[in-house]
C-alpha cells in the first residue's frame, strides 16, 4: 500500500504505538512528530527567540520513515503567517500559469485546492504581506528538507578540530530612509549584566528582519541624561552638555546612556557562537563536502583558488553547545544549510525543526534562527551556502529527494558562466582583496572588521569605508 501524506497538525500513531502531531514534513516524504501521548499540547508564544532553556516546554520530536505511521485525525495547521504564505503561493500559481502549467498540477505542488488556484490567477499579482515591504518576492520560496543527504560518521568531529574558528558578533543590518542600505555592529547595555542592545537616537532607518516596520520607531532625542562611559574624548559628560546633532545611544529598559564618541570605543556585542568562512585547503574534509553539496545542488563553481574563499558565499556556523544560539532573522536571498553533529532545532517560521547529522534544507525568506537548547547539549555546527534566488537549484534539490523533475539539465560549468558570480552570490559576502583590506585597516578597522565589509559591500572598497566609518 501508499504511504499516506502527512502534513504539519495532523495526528498520527507510529508503528511502536506512540502517537502525537506532525511538526513538520521533509521533501523526502520522512515526518517530524511532536509526541504528546495523545493530548495536544498548547504551543509556547515567544515575543522573540527563546533564550533560556526550560526543561519540558517542549514536546519530544522523533523523525518517521513515510509508511512508518498511520493518519489519525487530518487537520492541516500552517506553521508560519496564513498572509505570507498565500502570497508565496499566489505568485507561484502566476507564474506555474506562465510557463503552462495546468490548475491542477499547481493545486498538487501547492497542496492547495484548484478552486484556489484559480482564484489566484483571477486576482493577478498579490500585495506584499505586512512587515515585508523591503524584501524582494524572487526570494520567496517553499521549503525543502532532505534527511541524511550528508551523513557520514566522524566528519563533524574532523572539521570543528580542522579550521580556525572566529568569534561572531551580532550585526544588524539597516535600511536609511534615503534607501540605502547599512550595517552595525552592536553594543549592548552594561547595567546590572543587562546585555540588551543599545538603540540609536536619532534613528530615521528601519531594520532589516522579522517584525521590521513599513517606517522607523521614532524616539525623540533629548539632553536629559549623561553618558555612563566617560571615555576619552566622551562628548557628554554631564546633564547641562547639549547633545546638538550628534547621535546617542540607549538602553529603554535601565534607561542607560553612551554618547556617539564614547559608543564607537565600546567592545562590539558577541553573540553566542563562532563563525568561519570556508577556506579552500584549510580541511580536505569539508573542501570535499563543500564540493559535494555544490554538484548535488547545481550551484555555480565557487571557483576558490587554494587558500581563497568562495566568490559567493559559504561559511559555517559552530555552535558549541546548548546554549550557543542566534535569534530569529531573515535574508532577501536563498540558503542551503547542512546540519552536522548533535541534533538541534533550527526554527523556520512557526516550525521546530529538529535538524539531525547530515541533514539539509534549502529556503528562502522564511524567518529562521536556532533557539536555546538544554546546556549539556552536544556540539553542532551548520554549512551555510547563501545565493541569489535560482529556480536551477530548487529543481536539483527535488531530484536529490527522489521527485521526477521533468526537463531538468544540470548546468554546464563553463568557464565563461562565472564571470557574473559575484552578481550571483547575494550581495552578502564576497572574495576580497588584500590590497583592499589593508586600505581599511590604515583607516583604523581591524583586519576582520575591514574583509566583513567588503564581502558584504560586493568588494567595493569605498562602500565598504562608508560603511564602516558610519557604523
Known amino acids: 500500500a501508499a504511504a499516506e501524506q502527512a502534513l504539519p497538525g495532523y495526528r498520527v500513531a507510529l508503528r511502536n504505538g506512540r502517537v502525537g502531531e506532525v511538526e513538520f514534513v521533509a521533501t523526502t516524504g520522512h515526518a ?38 498511520s493518519v489519525t485525525q487530518r487537520y492541516h495547521q500552517l506553521r508560519e503567517r496564513r498572509d505570507v504564505a498565500d502570497y508565496r503561493h499566489a505568485l507561484r500559481c502566476i507564474r506555474g500559469r506562465d510557463e503552462g502549467k495546468s490548475a491542477a498540477d499547481l493545486a498538487v505542488a501547492l497542496g ?81 549584566g543587562c546585555g540588551r542592545s543599545l538603540l540609536r537616537v536619532p534613528d530615521s532607518s528601519v531594520k532589516i528582519g522579522p517584525g521590521d516596520a513599513h517606517a522607523p520607531k521614532s524616539t525623540l532625542p533629548h539632553s536629559d541624561w549623561r553618558c555612563e ?12 552638555s547639549p547633545v546638538g546633532e550628534s547621535y546617542y545611544w540607549w538602553c529603554p529598559k535601565h534607561r542607560w546612556y553612551v554618547c556617539q564618541e564614547c559608543q564607537q ?28 553539496v555544490v554538484d548535488d545542488f547545481d550551484l555555480p563553481d565557487p571557483a576558490a583558488q587554494y587558500g581563497d574563499t568562495a566568490r559567493y558565499t559559504i561559511k559555517m556556523n559552530w ?19 547542512v546540519s552536522l553533529g548533535a541534533s538541534r532545532v533550527l526554527n523556520v517560521d512557526y516550525a521546530r525543526v529538529l535538524m539531525e547529522d547530515g541533514d539539509a534544507i534549502l529556503f528562502g525568506t522564511q524567518k529562521h534562527g536556532v533557539p536555546v537548547a538544554a546546556p549539556s547539549q552536544g556540539g553542532r555546527l551548520s554549512l551555510v551556502f547563501m545565493f541569489q534566488p535560482d529556480a536551477q537549484v530548487e529543481r536539483a534539490c527535488l531530484r536529490l529527494a ?70
Not at 512528530?33 to 514536546?59: C, H, K, M, N, S
Not at 556585542?269 to 577556506?279: A, E, G, L, V
Request: glycine letters at 8%.
Open 32 to 69: 517530524l512528530v511532536a509526541l504528546d501521548g495523545g493530548v495536544a499540547r498548547r504551543r509556547p508564544r515567544f515575543e522573540e527567540t527563546q533564550r533560556e532553556w526550560v526543561e519540558g516546554i517542549w514536546p519530544e520530536q522523533v523523525w518517521v520513515s513515510a509508511g512508518d505511521f
Open 112 to 192: 492547495r485546492p484548484e478552486e484556489w488556484v484559480l482564484r489566484a490567477w483571477q486576482a493577478g499579482t498579490p500585495q506584499k504581506p505586512r512587515h515585508l515591504d523591503h524584501w524582494d518576492a524572487d526570494g520567496f520560496c517553499e521549503v525543502r528538507y532532505l534527511k541524511g543527504q550528508y551523513h557520514q560518521k566522524g566528519l563533524y568531529e574532523t572539521i570543528v578540530q580542522g579550521v580556525d574558528w572566529q568569534q561572531d558578533r551580532v550585526w544588524r543590518v539597516h535600511k536609511e530612509g534615503d534607501g540605502n542600505w547599512g550595517l552595525r555592529t552592536v553594543k549592548q547595555c552594561e547595567r546590572d
Open 229 to 240: 562611559k566617560q571615555l576619552e574624548g566622551c562628548i557628554k559628560r554631564d546633564f547641562e
Open 265 to 292: 570605543n565600546m567592545p562590539d556585542k558577541p553573540t553566542s557562537k563562532q563563525i568561519r568562512f570556508w577556506h579552500r585547503g584549510e580541511c580536505p574534509a569539508l573542501d570535499e563536502l563543500v564540493m559535494r
Open 319 to 337: 555552535y558549541p553547545d546548548g546554549m550557543a544560539q542566534v535569534t530569529d532573522h531573515r535574508h532577501d536571498i536563498w540558503t542551503i544549510l
Open 402 to 471: 527522489g521527485q521526477d523533475v521533468p526537463g531538468y539539465v544540470k548546468r554546464e560549468r563553463a568557464p565563461e558562466d562565472y564571470d557574473d558570480v559575484d552578481d550571483w552570490h547575494g550581495g552578502e559576502e564576497a572574495s576580497v582583496r588584500d590590497e583592499d583590506v589593508a586600505s581599511l585597516c590604515s583607516l583604523g578597522f581591524s583586519n576582520a572588521e575591514a574583509a566583513e565589509a567588503l564581502r558584504i559591500c560586493g568588494g567595493d572598497p569605498t562602500v565598504a569605508a562608508n560603511l564602516l566609518l558610519s557604523a
